[in-house]
Nanobody, 125 residues
Framework: QVQPVESGGGSVQAGGSLRLSCVVS????????MGWYRQAPGKQRDLVAT?????????ANSVSGRFLISRTNANAKNTVYLEMHNLKPEDTAIYYC?????????????????WGQGTQVTVSS
């Protein structure tokens, strides 16, 4: 069972910074894309940023220029980071790590999606 484990959430004043981390250990499948989604109270879960296996990032318009996503793969651990700068009150949400893994069986590819349990980010004005 693949279980992403998040860390790094917390409370900060507007204009501050936080760094989130998400680790996937000993995945039986190849890790494809990794990323972050967020869900504010009463709202749907929205994409924040993703990064594919080649290291190409993708950002939501609302965070572009303020957030930076990166990833590492070392010692059977895949880690994705989200550096958040110039935080705004509207960034307040639970942030979820999202991981896509792929299994190769000959010509067949099976994709699996995993979610972390979420970490709270609170930005006060």
């Amino acid at each position: 069972q693949v279980q992403p484990v998040e860390s790094g959430g917390g409370s900060v004043q507007a204009g501050g910074s936080l760094r989130l981390s998400c680790v996937v250990s000993r995945s039986p499948f190849s890790i494809d894309s990794m990323g972050w989604y967020r869900q504010a109270p009463g709202k749907q879960r929205d994409l924040v940023a993703t990064i594919n296996s080649l290291g190409t990032p993708n950002y939501a318009n609302s965070v572009s220029g303020r957030f930076l996503i990166s990833r590492t793969n070392a010692n059977a651990k895949n880690t994705v980071y989200l550096e958040m700068h110039n935080l705004k009150p509207e960034d307040t949400a639970i942030y979820y790590c999202h991981v896509t893994a792929v299994s190769f069986r000959g010509p067949r590819e099976d994709y699996y999606t995993y979610w972390g349990q979420g970490t709270q980010v609170t930005v006060s004005s």
